[in-house]
């Protein structure tokens, strides 16, 4: 019997303990309008920003949402993606993309500065993580 336990405990060992960690690489950018950023040989252009967040201190039926657009270029074929926070309907803020052949995942995390009541001409950054898988 204490045979049959030990035999368990050693194999038990062997199968969890030879378990592959994945590892992950996580790179910020911040984007303005007409800004490009090159991963590698490609390059990551934010087109536009479509931005309907209720302002600060607004009252609102809807919370909103902020839609960045960028174009990939890669290999000189184009690719366009578009990433949504808050109320998107069916765009998710995240998507998973190609770039020189690795699987990456590109997360909307914030644009900033949030909308004010008084318009003014306010530049707004756009902050994505890209994340290897």
């Excluded at 049959?4 to 303005?32: H, M, P, Q, R, W």
């Excluded at 960028?70 to 690719?79: C, E, G, R, V």
């Excluded at 770039?99 to 008084?118: A, C, E, R």
């Amino acid at each position: 019997m204490k045979n049959l336990i030990s035999f368990f405990i050693v194999l038990s060992v062997f199968a969890f303990g030879c378990e592959k960690t994945s590892e992950s690489i996580t790179t910020n950018y911040d984007f303005k309008i007409n800004t490009s950023k090159s991963i590698g040989t490609s390059t990551l252009l934010l087109k536009s920003i479509n931005d309907s967040r209720c302002p600060i201190n607004a009252d609102c039926i809807s919370a909103g949402g902020v839609r960045a657009h960028f174009k990939l270029t890669a290999d000189n074929i184009d690719q366009e993606i578009t990433l949504c926070k808050g109320v998107c309907g069916t765009l998710e803020s995240a998507a998973k993309v190609k770039i020189n052949g690795i699987t990456y995942s590109m997360k909307l995390i914030d644009v900033t500065p949030y909308p004010q009541l008084q318009k003014g001409d306010i530049t707004q950054t756009v902050k994505i993580e890209l994340t290897r898988t």
